[in-house]
């Protein structure tokens, strides 16, 4: 079992920035998939963005430029460094944990085996 906590949610207005952060305890593999997804009241779950230990980084395309995923391997972390925020992403974040490589094309929530709790990030127009 995987354990994931993730940090850093909160309250900005449009325009602003939030980093999250997201901790992988427990039967952790040294080669793993760290993804961020969120999910609005209503809507289905989106993966925004993913990161493997070897660092290939995926990204959904509405946040291209403006959103930074990075890790730390050692400390099991992953991080979302959130810019340029637009209301319309008020929404829970979820980290999500797979062993191996993040998949490609299109990944969903099935992809990955283990949740976080999730972090609200509100943005205010």
């Known amino acids: 079992q995987v354990q994931l906590v993730e940090f850093g949610g909160g309250s900005v207005q449009a325009g602003g920035s939030l980093r999250l952060s997201c901790v992988a305890t427990g039967d952790t593999s040294k080669w793993n998939c760290m993804a961020w997804f969120r999910q609005a009241p209503g809507k289905e779950r989106e993966g925004v963005a993913s990161?493997?230990?070897?660092?290939?980084?995926y990204y959904v395309e509405s946040v291209k430029g403006r959103f930074t995923v990075s890790r730390d391997n050692a400390k099991n972390t992953v991080y979302l460094q959130m810019n340029s925020l637009k209301s319309e992403e008020t929404a829970m974040y979820y980290c999500?944990?797979?062993?191996?490589?993040?998949?490609?094309?299109?990944?969903?929530?099935?992809?990955?085996?283990?949740w976080g709790q999730g972090t609200q990030v509100t943005v205010s127009a």
């Open positions: 999500a944990y797979k062993t191996g490589y993040c998949p490609g094309g299109r990944w969903g929530p099935s992809n990955f085996a283990y």
């Open positions: 990161m493997y230990t070897g660092g290939t980084i």
